[in-house]
C-alpha cells in the first residue's frame, strides 16, 4: 500500500512535466528543443536606436569596426541591421572585395533598407529575412557577426545562438553591443550575456566598457564545440546579481 502511495504522485508528476513539454503553443516549433531564458526578454524595439547624425557624432560605428579590426575584403553579417546604419558603413570599410549580409526579422524594415542600399548603390550588401530562433546564415561563411543593441530582444537566445554558431568562418567573431540594465528595459547584464554565450559553445575574447557606444563592447568567438541542444542548461536570470556580489 505504502509503495502505491508514492508512485502516484510520480506518475502525476511525469504527467504534469510531460504536459508541459508539450504546451508551448506560444513558441516556434523550430525552438522547443532548446531551453527557455531564465529571464525576461525585451519588446521589439524601434528599429532605429538613435539618429545616425548622433551616432557618427559619438563615432560610435568607427570605433566598434576598429575595435572589431574590420578589413578591406571581409565577409560580416549586420543581425538586426534596422535602417541600416552599421550596414552601409561595413559596406564602406570592407570595400569592393568584400561583403555584407543585413538581416532582421522586421520585413517592413527590410524592404526599406532595400531601397536604401539600393539608392546607395551599395553593389556589396545582401538582405536577408530572419526569425527569432534562427538568423538563418549560411554555415562557414562570416568573418564577424554583429549584434548591435538587439540581443536583449531575441525570443530564442538558445535556439539562436546555437544556429549562429556554424555561420563563423575559422577564426570569426561575433561582435555584441549593449547596456548594461535588466533585460526588459531594451539591456542585458554583461555577466548574464556571456554566460548565455558560453552555455551554446562561445568564449569571450574582448570586453570593453564604452560611453561612446552607449554601453558595452564584447567579442566571442566559437568553442571547439558546442552541445546538443537538450544538454544546454540555461543560466540563472540572477547571474549578474551574483555575479557582482561576487566581485
Not at 508512485?7 to 513539454?21: D, E, F, N, T, Y
Not at 578591406?72 to 538586426?80: R, S
Not at 532595400?114 to 551599395?122: F, Q
Given at each position: 500500500m505504502k509503495s502505491a502511495y508514492l508512485?502516484?504522485?510520480?506518475?502525476?508528476?511525469?504527467?504534469?512535466?510531460?504536459?508541459?513539454?508539450q504546451a508551448q503553443p506560444d513558441r516556434p516549433e523550430t525552438a522547443r528543443q532548446f531551453p527557455l531564458p531564465d529571464r525576461p526578454v525585451s519588446d521589439l524595439g524601434a528599429n532605429q536606436f538613435s539618429t545616425e547624425t548622433a551616432?557618427?557624432?559619438?563615432?560610435?560605428?568607427?570605433?566598434?569596426?576598429?575595435?572589431a579590426e574590420i578589413e578591406?575584403?571581409?565577409?560580416?553579417?549586420?543581425?538586426?541591421a534596422g535602417e541600416g546604419y552599421y550596414t552601409v558603413r561595413l559596406a564602406e570599410r570592407v570595400g569592393s572585395e568584400g561583403r555584407v549580409l543585413a538581416q532582421d526579422i522586421d520585413e517592413d524594415a527590410l524592404e526599406r533598407l532595400?531601397?536604401?542600399?539600393?539608392?546607395?548603390?551599395?553593389d556589396n550588401v545582401s538582405i536577408k529575412l530572419g526569425a527569432g530562433d534562427d538568423p538563418r546564415l549560411p554555415e562557414n561563411s562570416f568573418d564577424r557577426i554583429f549584434l548591435v543593441h538587439m540581443y536583449?530582444?531575441?525570443?530564442?537566445?538558445?535556439?539562436?545562438?546555437?544556429?549562429?554558431?556554424?555561420?563563423?568562418?575559422?577564426?570569426?567573431q561575433v561582435i555584441v553591443v549593449d547596456v548594461d540594465r535588466p533585460t526588459d528595459q531594451h539591456g542585458i547584464n554583461?555577466?548574464?550575456?556571456?554566460?548565455e554565450f558560453?552555455?551554446?559553445g562561445f568564449e569571450?575574447?574582448?570586453?570593453k566598457d564604452a560611453p561612446e557606444l552607449a554601453g558595452y563592447y564584447a567579442q566571442f568567438k566559437a568553442a571547439a564545440t558546442r552541445p546538443e541542444p537538450e544538454d544546454i542548461k540555461p543560466c540563472r536570470g540572477d547571474t549578474a546579481g551574483a555575479g557582482n556580489a561576487a566581485k
Open positions: 508512485i502516484l504522485p510520480l506518475m502525476s508528476a511525469i504527467a504534469a512535466l510531460g504536459a508541459c513539454k551616432r557618427d557624432a559619438a563615432g560610435e560605428a568607427q570605433k566598434v569596426m576598429d575595435l578591406p575584403g571581409m565577409t560580416v553579417a549586420d543581425i538586426g532595400g531601397n536604401r542600399v539600393e539608392k546607395e548603390r551599395l536583449h530582444e531575441v525570443q530564442e537566445p538558445y535556439a539562436f545562438l546555437y544556429r549562429l554558431w556554424p555561420a563563423l568562418n575559422e577564426g570569426g554583461p555577466l548574464l550575456l556571456s554566460c558560453k552555455r551554446v569571450l575574447v574582448a570586453f
